[in-house]
């Protein structure tokens, strides 16, 4: 399923609460560092933080930036998550091994492979948080 927002508010807000979706399911989320367009205000210091927390790209060997893990149980990484989600190259989530969450190139549009009860629960609470430009298309 395509679920897409006219605001970056309306993003956030769903970011916000398809993260604690995937944190209470267990899954493996991961984030890209890298953005096309330069960031402002709170995404650039989730930005910042997180890219500083990882490293400098190739200090260990590979890219620090590409992949990083994600522990959405944490609020400071759910915040870093809701922020910066759909404004960087890509970010992730697998259940037992299976894609279940994608964002892709800095669009106000992610992909989910969720139960429809657990999308249910987050069109729901999306609603309820004050989103109003959202379009679920399955």
């Known amino acids: 399923m ?3 927002a006219q605001s970056d ?9 398809i993260g604690r979706r995937l ?17 402002a205000g ?10 500083e927390a990882a490293g400098t790209p190739g200090s260990r060997g590979g ?5 990083v893990a994600l522990n959405l149980g944490s609020e400071t990484d759910l ?16 259940l037992d091994g ?8 800095n669009e106000l549009r992610v992909w989910v492979d969720l139960p429809a009860d657990v ?7 999306t609603l309820a948080a004050g989103a109003t430009s959202l379009d679920y298309v399955s």
């Open 23 to 39: 944190a209470a399911l267990g899954a493996d989320v991961t984030i890209d560092l890298y953005a096309d367009d330069e960031l």
């Open 42 to 51: 709170e995404p650039a210091i989730s930005l910042k933080a997180m890219r």
């Open 119 to 125: 999308v249910e629960e987050i069109r729901t609470a």
């Open 79 to 94: 915040q870093h998550f809701t922020r910066l989600a759909h404004r960087v190259i890509g970010s992730e989530a697998f």
């Open 63 to 67: 890219d620090q930036w590409m992949g």
């Open 98 to 105: 299976n894609l279940v969450f994608s964002t892709v190139e």
């Open 2 to 4: 395509q679920i897409t």
């Open 9 to 17: 508010t309306d993003m956030e807000i769903l970011s916000e609460q």
